[in-house]
């Protein structure tokens, strides 16, 4: 059974940056992608970011295109999300997902993953 557990997160104020990591557990020789959403209050979860096992595929939407970094230690089980030049619209809940065979057309589709994170809020003030 894969866990995820998120840590990072906080208040900041616009122009900032803070850094999202995502530790997994349980998903051992798992060629996994490992994806973060986000959600904000009254709006549907959206994709943010995804990264493939090996790394060297990333993906983003293009509202954080240039701001966010999405990378992977997979000696550590870990992923972050470093968020850069931070705008009170980034404001939400984000959630780290995972699962295996996740195929390109839908990788930004939050029911393309099975395992989540517990979600941590990232608030931005202007």
């Known amino acids: 059974q894969v866990q995820l557990v998120q840590s990072g997160g906080g208040s900041v104020e616009a122009g900032g940056s803070l850094t999202l990591s995502c530790a997994a557990s349980?998903?051992?020789?798992?060629?996994?992608?490992i994806a973060w959403f986000r959600q904000a209050p009254g709006k549907e979860r959206e994709f943010v970011a995804a990264?493939?096992?090996?790394?060297?595929?990333?993906y983003y939407t293009d509202s954080v295109k240039g701001r966010f970094t999405i990378s992977r230690d997979n000696a550590k089980d870990t992923t972050y999300l470093q968020m850069n030049s931070l705008k009170p619209e980034d404001t939400a809940v984000y959630y780290c997902?995972?699962?295996?065979?996740?195929?390109?057309?839908?990788?930004?589709?939050?029911?393309?993953?099975?395992?989540w994170g517990q979600g941590t809020q990232v608030t931005v003030s202007s």
């Open positions: 997902a995972e699962d295996t065979g996740v195929i390109l057309s839908s990788i930004r589709h939050a029911s393309a993953y099975d395992y």
């Open positions: 990264i493939r096992w090996s790394g060297r595929r990333t």
């Open positions: 349980g998903r051992t020789f798992r060629l996994d992608t």
